[in-house]
């Protein structure tokens, strides 16, 4: 079983950025892939960045240039620098993790609002 706890969201004003990370924990478990996916109101749960053990890293078209997504692999946490932030990155942000066995993992997701 793994757990996933997430940290960084907030208000900020377009333009602006913001640090989101994710802490994975529990016992006897390899990580093979972490990403960030985000869900605003009304629209269905889309990804916005993901990092394999390689690493090779995959970002949806829109976040490209503005996002970075990096590991810390010795303490299994994920980052997500989102920076220019636009009003439509407003969303609950979810970090996931998917283990070599394989299985899938979600964190609570922590609010991202970006609004002047």
């Known amino acids: 079983q793994v757990q996933l706890v997430e940290s960084g969201g907030g208000l900020v004003q377009p333009g602006g950025s913001l640090r989101l990370s994710c802490a994975a924990s529990?016992?006897?478990?390899?990580?093979?892939?972490m990403g960030w996916y985000r869900q605003a109101p009304g629209k269905q749960r889309e990804l916005v960045a993901t990092i394999t053990s390689n690493p090779s890293t995959n970002y949806a078209d829109d976040v490209k240039g503005r996002f970075t997504i990096s590991t810390n692999s010795a303490e299994n946490t994920v980052y997500l620098q989102m920076n220019s932030l636009k009003p439509e990155d407003t969303a609950v942000y979810y970090c996931n993790a998917v283990t070599h066995t394989p299985r899938v993992y979600w964190g609570q997701g922590t609010q991202v609002t970006v609004s002047s």
């Open positions: 529990g016992s006897k478990f390899v990580l093979y892939a």
